[in-house]
């Protein structure tokens, strides 16, 4: 791939600088279009060292609006990072709408130096790719703009500004031992970057190759790409506002179209089959809750030390009792080793970011737990339901949602999911119990109400939320919970087997 790219294209300092001063003036503009139509960018910088990546992102940065973008630049993970999935750093990176976010590296990283320095193993190579083309499919589909520069230059090329920089006592530090073996090892290295070239060269997230060998034609190239693919996306985006704006076409009924027949229910429900007569006895509660928490207060403290994250997810229906069920599992637990995470309406910089952005932010580091009270579920619940999002944001989010849980649990995360169910009987009585008790009547909304009136809608989506999203690496769990005792024992036997079965497989290895 990569020895058909013709380095020997040259641009002349008098045509550079006419093309260079359109460039900078467009650049400058679609920033401020960018800004107002509140589209997000991300431009992506990789390729080979000493290619003049530095420089580039001098050049293309100078005509813009310092208070509008932010760079970053990506070495080893630190200590903290190496805690978490290998994404988690850069998703917390995205930029907010409006904003350009600038990578000196990035993601890649996984599948290029650290592949070479043998940092990245064969196993997590397998999945690194998937995990890569998922992010940027996910960020893209939700409105941002990616674009990706590989820079390119020969060995001969490589050596000589390695050299140049090498003599240079201001400039000596910018060359690592790493960047020489690189150099002495130029066709293997440029086999593994031709590997990702080829594995994550997707329509949504194409890579543009730059011939890197003359600078003056890198910046333009550079330049009049970004140019280009911000002119479109903001044409589309002007496509997509005028659209809205127009008022929907009138629906009308077509003669003859009622049903001819009795309404058949095709729909399949997890939660028809729950059995919400199980119930526990007070004693029988008493004694196995004291058992389980002393066993997870131990599990606890074993999974610090083998430095496993877990993540506990609760949904269910309100009043279905997920924050008795949370007091419960985390009473014996260091509160040092686990967090909480009660999920509300997303505020306005979380609603400036993709909805999964808030989430990346909170998972736990290798060793602890976190725990949600409602969490990245509400985007195929409540904001299907209540139209807070459109329906192909949610109905591309049960895979968004999988590919997340998947790349936590590739990091070795232990995820659990409760939906706790309790039938519409079951929840009127606890509303009501709510209203007549005044320590307990803050937890009762007229919002609550409302949402009983749509009982068989939200009953609708869950079904297909258990459905698509119950995998082997993040079940769903369902919870009879008309009985709370019967409940919060569940949740607490299903957390100890899980724990107890991840640090069995790790002690078989």
């Known amino acids: 791939?990569?020895?058909?790219i013709d380095l020997s294209k040259k641009i002349g300092k008098k045509e550079y600088r006419q093309l260079i001063e359109t460039l900078n003036t467009r650049l400058s503009s679609l920033q401020r279009e960018c800004k107002r139509l509140n589209i997000p960018v991300v431009?992506?910088?990789?390729?080979?060292?000493?290619?003049?990546?530095?420089?580039?992102?001098?050049?293309?940065?100078?005509?813009?609006?310092?208070?509008?973008?932010?760079?970053?630049?990506?070495?080893r993970e630190g200590e903290e990072e190496q805690m978490r999935p290998f994404l988690w750093r850069f998703w917390r990176n995205i930029p907010p709408k409006g904003r350009i976010a600038i990578f000196d590296r990035g993601w890649y990283r996984k599948v290029l130096v650290d592949r070479f320095d043998q940092k990245t193993s064969p196993e997590q190579l397998v999945y690194a790719y998937d995990e890569i083309n998922e992010f940027e499919?996910?960020?893209?589909?939700?409105?941002?703009?990616?674009?990706?520069?590989?820079?390119?230059?020969?060995?001969?090329?490589?050596?000589?500004?390695?050299?140049?920089?090498?003599?240079?006592?201001?400039?000596?530090?910018?060359?690592?031992?790493?960047?020489?073996?690189?150099?002495?090892?130029?066709?293997?290295?440029?086999?593994?970057?031709?590997?990702?070239?080829?594995?994550?060269?997707?329509?949504?997230?194409?890579?543009?190759?730059?011939?890197?060998?003359?600078?003056?034609?890198?910046?333009?190239?550079?330049?009049?790409?970004?140019?280009?693919?911000?002119?479109?996306?903001?044409?589309?985006?002007?496509?997509?506002?005028?659209?809205?704006?127009?008022?929907?076409?009138?629906?009308?009924?077509?003669v003859g179209q009622e049903a001819?027949?009795?309404?058949?229910?095709?729909?399949?429900?997890?939660?028809?089959?729950?059995?919400?007569?199980?119930?526990?006895?007070?004693?029988?509660?008493?004694?196995?809750l004291k058992e389980l928490q002393n066993k997870i207060s131990d599990l606890h403290n074993q999974l610090y030390r083998k430095r496993i994250p877990v993540i506990i997810v609760f949904e269910g229906w309100d009043a279905g009792g997920k924050g008795g069920a949370i007091k419960r599992l985390t009473q014996r637990m260091d509160?040092?080793?686990?967090?909480?995470?009660?999920?509300?309406?997303?505020?306005?910089?979380?609603?400036?970011?993709?909805?999964?952005?808030?989430?990346?932010?909170?998972?736990?580091?290798?060793?602890?737990?976190?725990?949600?009270?409602?969490?990245?579920?509400?985007?195929?619940?409540?904001?299907?339901?209540?139209?807070?999002?459109?329906?192909?944001e949610w109905k591309r989010a049960y895979q968004e949602i999988n590919d997340m849980e998947k790349q936590c649990a590739n990091f070795g995360a232990v995820i659990l999911k409760f939906w706790l169910h309790i039938d519409k009987d079951e929840q009127e009585k606890r509303f009501n119990e709510r209203m007549q008790n005044p320590e307990k009547q803050w937890k009762i909304t007229d919002e609550?109400?409302?949402?009983?009136?749509?009982?068989?809608?939200?009953?609708?989506?869950?079904?297909?939320?258990?459905?698509r999203t119950?995998?082997?690496?993040?079940?769903?769990?369902?919870?009879?919970?008309?009985?709370?005792y019967y409940a919060r024992i569940k949740v607490l036997e299903t957390v100890v087997n899980a724990l107890e079965d991840k640090l069995a497989k790790l002690r078989g290895h």
């Open 1 to 4: 791939m990569l020895e058909q």
């Open 335 to 392: 509160p040092r080793g686990y967090a909480v995470h009660p999920t509300a309406s997303p505020n306005d910089i979380e609603k400036a970011h993709h909805y999964l952005w808030r989430f990346w932010n909170t998972f736990p580091k290798a060793g602890h737990i976190s725990i949600y009270d409602r969490s990245w579920y509400g985007r195929v619940m409540v904001e299907r339901i209540e139209g807070f999002c459109t329906i192909d």
């Open 137 to 254: 499919k996910q960020i893209t589909a939700d409105g941002t703009v990616l674009i990706k520069f590989f820079l390119y230059i020969s060995k001969e090329e490589q050596k000589k500004r390695l050299d140049k920089l090498l003599a240079d006592k201001e400039a000596a530090w910018r060359v690592t031992k790493d960047d020489i073996k690189r150099n002495k090892q130029y066709k293997e290295y440029i086999v593994m970057n031709e590997e990702m070239l080829e594995k994550t060269d997707m329509a949504y997230a194409p890579w543009n190759v730059i011939e890197a060998m003359n600078r003056r034609f890198a910046a333009v190239k550079i330049l009049s790409a970004v140019v280009e693919q911000l002119e479109n996306s903001i044409r589309q985006k002007n496509k997509e506002e005028i659209k809205e704006s127009s008022p929907a076409p009138a629906v009308t009924a077509d």
């Open 448 to 467: 609550d109400w409302r949402n009983r009136s749509k009982w068989n809608l939200y009953k609708e989506a869950v079904d297909e939320m258990l459905v």
């Open 260 to 288: 001819s027949g009795p309404e058949i229910n095709l729909q399949s429900s997890s939660l028809d089959k729950a059995d919400l007569t199980l119930s526990l006895a007070k004693d029988e509660y008493n004694i196995k």
């Open 470 to 484: 119950s995998t082997l690496y993040a079940p769903w769990i369902i919870v009879e919970g008309n009985s709370k």
């Open 43 to 75: 431009i992506l910088f990789e390729g080979l060292g000493a290619s003049g990546k530095g420089t580039m992102i001098n050049r293309l940065i100078a005509p813009l609006d310092p208070r509008g973008f932010q760079v970053y630049a990506t070495g």
